[in-house]
């Protein structure tokens, strides 16, 4: 039995991630930070297989424990300040937790076990103000945010820490993947959230900023199979993980009233507060090495993402009574 350690547990792709280990037969451990962490009682009860140690990414002593107490074969990093806005808003911490955190969990491994299988999460806002298009392994990276420069800071320490150690260590360049557990305050849940309340009558309008930023947007129920495939190959290498297909925030929005027969321009308003000071306009990547190596492959289309996402909202709004 293999046993794996994921930070970043109480998140969206750390729960795909766990539940997926488990079924493939790993004892899993979920990194959790924080004296009471809020979302600890739902993950215990989505996941009840899950085996929680304490640790955070701005604490190395912590790290190191983790490590030592879990004894893991694989550590997926998940754990991130993961909001681009709210990396302008506080850049330093996000510097510290999703770029040096990935630099003191290296460290943690090649102090404790230098074999330990390590991947961490990269991102397609590493190529910000794209090169080429499609994005792949290749395309240089030109981030646009203090989160995609900490992420291109963890990025290039993977590699370092593999060519300076021989640590199995990779990075997957995760495009946009989302879900019915994708945070709120992200575009697409926060769109199929609102479509959900408006059409129960719990809501009037939404208010967005950039309609024409485009995206990659894939499941992330598949994207976690990736992460696990990067590690069980004969090389480390890193892949760009992407469905090949992009779509605007307005494809998104039109796609997601569609869903429930309403008109997106009667509830839909733009509000300069959500821009951002330095916007990513286009993202899509190139998944054919994925393809080609790993087997993997994105298998939900975007109508199918919009389509589950409206569903779990409509189901969880009808639950909830305001
Ligand atoms: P998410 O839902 O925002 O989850 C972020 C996780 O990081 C949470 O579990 C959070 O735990 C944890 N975290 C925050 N600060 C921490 C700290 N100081 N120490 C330890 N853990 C900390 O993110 P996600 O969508 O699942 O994404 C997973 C990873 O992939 C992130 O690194 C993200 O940047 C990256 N990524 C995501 C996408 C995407 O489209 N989803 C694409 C590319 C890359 P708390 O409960 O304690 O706050
Ligand atoms: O924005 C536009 C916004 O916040 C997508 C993270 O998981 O994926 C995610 O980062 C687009 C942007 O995701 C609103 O300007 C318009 O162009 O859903 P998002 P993101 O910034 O692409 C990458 C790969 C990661 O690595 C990150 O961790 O949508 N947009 N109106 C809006 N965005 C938000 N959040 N809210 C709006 O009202």
Redesign the pocket.
Known sequence: MKTALITGITGQDGMYLAEHLLSLGYRVYGMIRGQANPKRPQLERIIPNIELVEGDLLDQGSLIAAVEITGPDEVYNLGAI????LSWKQAELTADTTGLGVLRMLEAIRIVNKNIRFYQAS???MFGKVRETPQSEQTPFHPRSP?GVAKTYGHYITVNYRESYGIYAVSGI???HESPRRGL????R?ISNAVARIKLGKQRELL????D?K?DWGFAGDYVKAMHLMLQQDEPEDYVIATGKTHS?LDFVQQAFGRVGLDWREYVRTDPK?M?PA??ELLVGDPSKAERKLGWRATTSFEELVAMMVEADLALERRQRD
């Open positions: 993961s909001f681009v806005p991102s397609s806002e989160y995760c495009f946009n305050e992200f575009v697409t926060k967005l900023g950039n309609l930023a995206r925030v959500f951002r916007e990513v």
